[in-house]
């Protein structure tokens, strides 16, 4: 794939990729939107993330995602504003309130449990397909702010479900996640931990551990464990001395509470700093790859489209016996049950349908073969998407490039085609005049058919 044909910005990715989720559960009438497209004179994977824009356009997306980054700053700021109020209140209960006293392993496994937690997760995330974690504040920053910018009733579902996708496909879902949520948890740790250090600077306090069942050697090693890395930034350990004293000395104090903020600080703080700056990195890196994938059947099908509306060069006059690629369809999946009857390039005194011919439910369509009413008939083609297409020919004409381009154009908007020969009668030079000519430009299943029953068989 050629790197310039790729989106231009992220926001075209999401549109291309919503504009897919919601064509999953029906076609969208797109007729106007592929011609504006192949009008650009760019790529085709320019005129896919083009058309997906005109579609976007009409469904309201770009204006929900305009509403989504407006809303996104004040939501993260609100959820900021409740975090350190969350770390103001954590503050004042590891600090006892009134009482000056604080256990340090009660504040420890208050302060860091459930950062601890959450941060294991989000490493088992990163080796596991475990999808987003849906407690993680960078998830929910980003379900309140689709749901506050879209409301009940928006596409803010389907930008939604576009963006996880894209971020998953790039590998990017739990660093994008991760940042938000390690900056949030990182702005906590930074109020709790000044808050702590105003409270233990300008007060005073006991700092102690209590225990009914466990050995006090437990808490020695404990002690001496977690604080081997705050003491190589230079926070003090409490010695065993400081540690089996019920009631240590102003001194044993102060290596308790710098004990206490060094482990805040490494076990917390740092971690969250760290991964907070290693997802930007990521982010940085790997943001180029957040395209829709074009190899997926929908996108392919929507390059095939726009293959048959290309113009076609003629570079010599005579091309000769060149070859022809095989001809385009729609997939069963992909068409309705409706049945067209199309007349081409037919005299004026050629009544059409025949009379007396009942086609039943099927349409009937005429055209003398103008570049304006080609252009209507192939836009009717990919509103319906037809199932079965009889195109009427008269027999005595000939067949020209002209005519290849129209039939193949044709092939690739319906599931089945065949070519009705017109005449009274259609005779046999006639008939394997277009068979051969039919066979030499690679279109030999479309038949030729020259009876009546043929013409029924299917039609309806």
């Not at 064509?23 to 760019?42: N, V």
């Not at 240590?248 to 805040?264: D, E, F, M, P, V």
Request: proline residues 7%; contains cysteine; aromatic residues 8%.
């Amino acid at each position: 794939m050629n790197p310039v044909a790729l989106p231009a910005s992220f926001q075209d990715a999401v549109i291309t990729e919503a504009v897919k989720l919601v064509e999953e559960s029906g076609p969208l009438a797109d007729a106007q939107a592929m011609r504006q497209a192949m009008s650009l004179g760019t790529d085709a994977p320019g005129r896919i993330v083009e058309r997906a824009r005109i579609l976007g356009q009409r469904l309201g997306l770009q204006a929900e995602v305009a509403r989504g980054r407006a809303w996104a700053p004040w939501v993260l700021l609100g959820l900021v504003a409740l975090i350190v109020l969350a770390g103001l209140t954590l503050a004042g209960n590891v600090l006892g309130g009134g009482q000056r006293q604080i256990n340090v392993v009660v504040a420890l496994a208050s302060l860091l449990g459930l950062h601890l937690f959450t941060l294991l997760l989000w490493l088992a995330g990163l080796a596991l397909p475990l999808g987003a974690f849906p407690a993680s504040f960078g998830w929910l920053w980003l379900s309140l702010t689709a749901r506050v910018a879209g409301g009940r009733h928006g596409q803010a579902p389907v930008l939604l479900r576009a963006t996880t996708r894209l971020l998953a496909r790039a590998r990017l879902l739990p660093w994008a996640l991760g940042f938000v949520s390690h900056a949030i948890w990182t702005l906590s740790f930074a109020v709790v931990l000044a808050a702590l250090l105003f409270a233990l600077a300008f007060r005073s306090y006991t700092l102690n551990w209590e225990t009914t069942i466990l050995d006090p050697a437990f808490f020695v090693r404990s002690v001496q464990l977690l604080g081997q890395a705050p003491a190589w930034l230079g926070f003090p350990v409490p010695d065993a001395q400081a540690v089996l004293s019920p009631l240590a000395a102003a001194s044993g104090q102060r290596a308790w509470a710098l004990w206490l903020t060094g482990c805040i600080v490494v076990y917390g703080l740092l971690p969250r700093l760290a991964f907070a700056l290693l997802s930007a990195a990521v982010w940085a890196l790997r943001r180029k790859a957040l395209q829709p994938d074009l190899s997926e059947p929908g996108f392919q099908r929507l390059l095939a489209r726009f293959e048959t509306l290309a113009p076609r060069q003629i570079v010599d006059a005579d091309p000769g016996a060149m070859p022809h690629g095989a001809p385009a369809h729609l997939w069963a999946g992909d068409t309705t049950d409706t049945a067209l009857a199309i007349g081409f390039e037919l005299p004026p005194e050629q009544p059409w349908p025949p009379a007396g011919l009942d086609i039943g439910t099927a349409q009937a369509l005429r055209i003398d073969g103008s570049a304006g009413q080609r252009r209507e008939l192939l836009d009717a083609l990919a509103r319906m998407r037809p199932r079965r297409v009889r195109i009427g020919c008269r027999a005595a004409s000939t067949p020209d490039r002209g005519t290849e381009r129209f039939l193949r154009e044709v092939m690739a908007l319906c599931g089945e085609c065949r070519l009705w020969l017109l005449g009274d009668p259609v005779d046999a030079a006639a008939r394997l005049r277009w068979q051969a000519w039919l066979a030499d430009a690679g279109l030999q299943e479309l038949g030729p058919i020259d009876t009546t029953e043929a013409v029924l068989h299917g039609a309806a």
